[in-house]
């Protein structure tokens, strides 16, 4: 049988993370739905957080079924509860439902998110064993620049047709690329990976996730993953009124630079993927908290419009490099048989970073009055990263 890496692995993942990650574009919605029902920005707010929770957990409880139907089949599955999700939004906004919108957005479209984003990572991982690194920041990429495409078409939508429409129009069209990727997607043959060969022999022992969960070293990655997202979805929460308290920009233009705080999360992930490949994902991921820290500590002292632009930006490249290094870095320490299963575990972290994360700066900024105040508390936090993250280095070199 005839095989290709980019058809067969990478060119269907990206089809289902970016249409996935449009998850990332809801801020377009919130005013429309604000409008439609009536409700207030905390009430809307909460969809979003909702969806993400779901994403998560259902990622870590989801995870070895979607390991055992393989990537076409839970292709599918994650079509059809997230466009359901899509569709069944529109229904509960043309109802007037806040429930409904949280049952259908929140809930059911935020289990098709988790069962999307862990589908193709295995089989990515399998695919391209030579560049691991490559091949998740290839799908993860999709996830973070997803919004860039979405949000403007969305936008143009909710104008022409209505919010109800929109929600409509945009399921039934995920829903077709999802569908065709997973048609696309397929996992490696029998006499792919070199250690199917017999002239190859991978070493690492390879755990079951719960085998992995009985160590460690699962819990000093899942706390890495955490404080990278707790610190930088709280920063994406707030970034606008940061840039306008500390820069004195307008509204528009720290919108402007949201925007492109997006561009770079997306191409961190690739980026830093791709060098882990060479330098290694222990040493990229401690190499994330150092400049993350170094970035902290300017951002909380700078008033330079040029200056503050430069690291928040260096720090969302950070940011989505965590999500797309994570996976190649628990097949790594744990083997990539399981790797869908150890993976939907560790996701458990993005679940509750995305509530700790605004936490934590609604609170901060209540008790030191300024957001500039508040970098230096994701300073420390990512000096606690880092402790961390250079002992596993150590521990991990040492035992090669």
Not at 51 to 71: D, K, R, W
Not at 189 to 201: A, D, I, S
Request: hydrophobic share 50%; proline share 3%; glycine share 12%.
């Amino acid at each position: 049988m005839k095989t290709n890496r980019w058809l067969n692995g990478a060119i269907p993942a990206v089809g289902i993370h970016i249409s996935i990650g449009a998850v990332y574009a809801w801020s377009v919605f919130t005013n429309p739905v604000m409008d439609a029902l009536g409700a207030s920005l905390s009430q809307v707010s909460w969809i979003f957080s909702i969806a993400i929770f779901f994403l998560g957990m259902s990622a870590a409880f989801l995870g070895t079924i979607v390991e055992n139907m393989g990537p076409r089949k839970s292709g599918l599955l994650c079509g059809l509860f997230y466009c359901t999700g899509l569709i069944g939004s529109g229904f509960a906004v043309s109802q007037q439902s806040l429930p409904l919108l949280y049952l259908f957005y929140g809930c059911i479209g935020g289990i098709g998110l988790g069962i999307g984003y862990i589908t193709p990572v295995k089989t990515l991982v399998n695919w391209f064993y030579d560049r691991p690194g490559l091949a998740t920041g290839l799908a993860i990429m999709g996830f973070g620049f997803a919004a860039a495409v979405a949000g403007p078409v969305i936008s143009a939508l909710i104008s022409a047709v209505g919010l109800v429409q929109t929600f409509y129009t945009i399921g039934v069209a995920y829903f077709i690329v999802i569908a065709v990727s997973a048609f696309l997607i397929h996992p490696v043959p029998e006499g792919y990976l070199p250690e199917q060969t017999g002239n190859h022999k991978d070493r690492r022992q390879q755990f079951t996730a719960n085998e992995a969960m009985r160590t460690w070293k699962f819990y000093a990655l899942w706390f890495l993953l955490f404080i990278n997202i707790t610190c930088g979805i709280a920063l994406l929460s707030v970034a606008s009124p940061i840039l306008q308290e500390t820069t004195g920009m307008t509204a528009l233009a720290a919108a402007g630079i949201v925007g492109v705080m997006g561009l770079f999360n997306g191409g961190g992930r690739l980026l830093w993927a791709t060098v882990s490949d060479y330098l290694g994902r222990d040493v990229v991921y401690t190499g994330f908290f150092v400049l993350e820290i170094v970035a902290m500590l300017i951002l909380g002292n700078v008033h330079n419009v040029i200056l503050f632009q430069i690291f928040l930006f260096l720090v969302m490249t950070c940011y989505g490099g965590g999500f797309s290094c994570i996976p190649a870095y628990l097949g790594d320490v744990f083997g990539t048989k399981h790797l869908s299963s150890i993976h939907g575990r560790i996701l458990t972290a993005w679940a509750i970073a995305g509530i700790v994360g605004p936490c934590i700066i609604s609170w901060a900024k209540e008790a030191l009055s300024t957001y500039q105040s508040t970098l230096f508390i994701f300073a420390i936090l990512y000096a606690a990263a880092l402790l961390v993250s250079s002992f596993l280095l150590f521990k991990l070199r040492s035992d090669r």
